[in-house]
Each structure stands twice: as C-alpha cells, then as structure tokens.
C-alpha cells in the first residue's frame, strides 16, 4: 500500500508564500514523477509543475519565476514552494506521484488535495 499525504495549504495575503508539501509512504522502491496540479472552482484542473527522477523540472507559464518544486529522496517528499501569490492562484493543489513500487509494479497516486486561498 502507498498513501500521500498532503499539508501545507492555507490562507495568504497577495504577494505571500506558502510551502506544500506531498509525503508518500509505504511499499515504495523509488519515486519517478512528481507533478503539481490544481483545480479552481469552476475550471478543469492543470499542472502547475513537475519533475522526474533525473532531476528536471517543468513549469506551467503562469507560474514560472514564483514557484519551486523540489524533493527530498530520503523522505519520499516533494514540496511546492509558492512566492509571489495572486489571487488567481486560490485552488486545490493536488500531488501526483508516479512510482515503482517493491513488488516492482509502476503505479500512480494522487494526494488529497490541500486549499490554498489568496485573498486579501
């Protein structure tokens, strides 16, 4: 079994930050992709960002230049590093984790989503 837990969400003023944070756990030989969506009430969700297990990272226009991805291998976690919010950046965030798991299988998971709302 594998689980992915999400944190990090909240409310911010614009112009804040937030930090998300996406922990896998459980039957797991190593993690491949990582990617960050998001879904505003209303409109279908997209990706705001994403990496791969050599190290290369993509980003959605609308984020480029405020947001950061970046994991930690040795605690199976990515996190999202959001600078710079607008108000149009209020939505669910949603984690997406492709892995190889110890029984050798490819899988994918998403995480439960964490409410990030930029308001003033």
């Known amino acids: 079994q594998v689980q992915l837990v999400e944190s990090g969400g909240g409310l911010v003023q614009p112009g804040g930050s937030l930090k998300l944070s996406c922990a896998a756990s459980?039957?797991?030989?190593?993690?491949?992709?990582i990617t960050w969506y998001r879904q505003a009430p209303g409109k279908q969700r997209e990706l705001v960002a994403a990496?791969?297990?050599?190290?290369?990272?993509n980003y959605a226009e609308f984020v480029k230049g405020r947001f950061t991805i970046a994991r930690d291998s040795a605690k199976n976690t990515v996190y999202l590093q959001m600078n710079s919010l607008k108000v149009e950046d209020t939505a669910v965030y949603y984690c997406?984790?492709?892995?190889?798991?110890?029984?050798?299988?490819?899988?994918?998971?998403w995480g439960q989503g964490t409410q990030v709302t930029v308001s003033s």
């Open positions: 990496t791969a297990s050599g190290g290369s990272t």
């Open positions: 459980g039957s797991i030989f190593s993690i491949n992709t």
């Open positions: 997406n984790v492709g892995l190889v798991r110890r029984t050798g299988a490819y899988s994918n998971y």
